[in-house]
């Protein structure tokens, strides 16, 4: 890789869709909290719901299904009783993801803005990926999360860097309006929202980060 340079001096990525398959953990941890106040579980064929509760922060997703609801504090205290770890068995890495950082390390720096708020770090363990990342923003460390474009104008200012320098990957609309509203490049993944280029797979970043020195 010594014949190529970054054109990127940042590769950010978020976390739910992108570096995990986390959607059954997500309808799993939603129901649960359903089950709690007696409610029917979340409609799967609803597609809005699905990309709240996958792309949104923790409290936007109970505002969406818990405002107006008498127990919404009951729904809040429950939720933060359901443990990380109790979830993990409904989690996958994306294939070659880990490969694809490894030929991105030592070119340019790597980065995560999730919107998930405590659970980061864990998951950085679980799943061996301590070391890779030099920065990890989540929902916990911002007053507005995504879509807002706080969490990438924060991961910029902490590598002193203009935002063309770096590169965003995301799967959901709020990475991508953060992305614009920041002026970071943005890279779909396994999706079909306007971007500089759509991926289906990670071993694809590499022809977009390196160009020929």
Known sequence: MNKFKSRYKVV??????????????????????????GRPEIDRCNNDAKRVLHTYSFNDV??????GDPRREDAFRFAKTIHYRDLMPYMRM?????????????????AICT????????????????????????????????????????VLDYFKIAPEEA????????DMQAANSAGVPFISYKTHLPALARLQHHAEI????????
Not at 96 to 103: I, R
Request: glycine fraction near 6%; hydrophobic fraction near 40%; aromatic fraction near 14%.
């Open 12 to 37: 950010i990525y978020d976390c739910d869709g992108v570096i995990l398959d986390s959607i059954e953990s997500n309808y799993v941890f939603y129901n649960r909290v359903m089950e709690f106040l």
């Open 94 to 110: 994306e294939d070659g993801f880990v490969s694809a950082l490894d030929q991105l390390r030592g070119h340019t720096s790597l």
């Open 115 to 154: 919107n998930r708020a405590t659970s980061m770090d864990m998951i950085i363990e679980d799943f061996g990926l301590t070391g890779y990342f030099e920065y990890v923003m989540t929902a916990s460390q911002v007053t507005n999360p995504k879509p807002h474009p706080e969490p990438l104008l924060k």
């Open 206 to 213: 590499v022809q977009h980060v390196f160009t020929a020195s």
């Open 167 to 174: 590169l965003f990957i995301g799967d959901g609309e709020v």
């Open 62 to 67: 109970m505002e969406y299904f818990f405002v």
